[in-house]
């Protein structure tokens, strides 16, 4: 397997559990978001999707 397609399979797999993260820990059951958990999930969440994206471009 090469390094970009390593890249693609924890990119794709880390877009997805931060996802998931974000909803179970950033949202309150009203919809509002807390602050600092929002930014931690949500810059995970972009970092990883980067990383996907990147990688299927260099696979």
């Known amino acids: 397997m090469s390094l970009w397609s390593a ?3 924890i990119g794709f797999l ?9 909803i179970r820990r950033a949202l ?3 919809l509002s978001f ?6 931690f999930w949500g810059g995970w969440l ?6 996907w994206i990147v990688g299927l ?3």
């Open 14 to 22: 880390g877009w997805i559990a931060c996802g998931f993260g974000f």
């Open 28 to 30: 309150t059951p009203e």
């Open 34 to 39: 807390i602050g600092a958990k929002a930014a």
């Open 46 to 51: 972009l970092f990883f999707w980067l990383l």
């Open 7 to 9: 890249a693609v399979v």
């Open 57 to 59: 471009t260099q696979a």
